[in-house]
């Protein structure tokens, strides 16, 4: 009886061993900016504070001009970005998809990566998807996961916050979703969307979640904020 209670122990530790301190001494690039109602200071700062939990050695810009310097970006094992909207030059993108192809970890929330730099197709191609539209504004939906090894030990939730509408890559892969209702756009009515997925870009890996309209949505759902967290690690570069 000892021995099967301590094997059941161990398994319940094993999702929580198997993230802990993975961002430990790696380089992390904190970038934020843009569309002020997604609080992206906020959503940096949220971040931040983890980040230094993790013991990672983190660099937070309000602007782009890590994008400017490739060998810069290089240093870095993990890129979270939150700019909602904004403008990225051809070169800074270029930087910064190549780095991701040649192994560093981009990864982000809601506006702040899937609807980032609208004019620019090659930053969409490596994310993944682009938001095209939230029906209802702000409302209750449900978000499903589906069995991943990130979403191990966690548990569908319901959520007040935009759910978006997203243009998806066929190559992601995805590990949570939601039912769109048809309650605001009728020819919706039963449409499986996209809400977390990660994807290969070469050798880096890309890590996104949808929702954190407000970023205080990831203190108040523990599930999601576990999701994110384990996200980030994830993305990192090994």
């Keep these: 009886m000892k ?14 061993l198997q993230f802990s301190q993975v961002l430990n ?6 970038v934020w900016g843009g569309y002020e109602p997604h609080k992206p200071e906020l959503f940096s700062n949220i971040v931040e ?14 602007d782009l001009s890590p994008y ?19 403008e990225i030059t051809w070169e800074q993108a270029g930087n910064l998809s190549k780095a991701v192809k040649n192994g560093v970890g981009i990864a ?3 506006g702040g990566l899937t609807d980032s730099f609208r004019e620019n197709t090659e930053f969409q191609y490596m994310i993944g998807g682009q938001f095209v539209a939230h029906p209802g504004g702000q409302i209750d939906y449900k978000v499903i996961f589906k069995k991943d090894e990130l979403t191990e030990g966690l548990n569908n939730f319901q959520i007040k916050t935009e759910q978006y509408y997203m243009h998806v890559d066929p190559n992601i892969d995805v590990i949570a979703v939601t039912k769109f209702d048809g309650k605001f756009n009728s020819w919706i009515d039963g449409v499986v969307m996209p809400v977390a997925w990660k994807k290969k870009h070469g050798m880096g890996k890309v890590f996104y979640f949808a929702i954190g309209h407000d970023p ?10 576990k999701l ?6 994830w993305a990192s570069r090994k």
């Design 25 to 30: 001494e790696k380089n992390v690039l904190l």
């Design 68 to 86: 400017n310097d490739y060998n810069k970006l290089l240093s870095y094992d993990l890129i979270i970005q939150s700019i909602t909207m904004g």
């Design 228 to 233: 994110l967290t384990r996200g980030f690690n």
């Design 3 to 16: 021995s099967f209670r301590f094997i059941t122990f161990i398994l319940l530790l094993l999702p929580i």
């Design 49 to 62: 504070e983890w980040l230094l939990s993790q013991n990672a050695n983190v660099d937070v810009y309000n």
């Design 108 to 110: 982000g929330a809601h």
């Design 216 to 225: 205080m949505e990831f203190k108040q759902h523990p599930d999601a904020w």
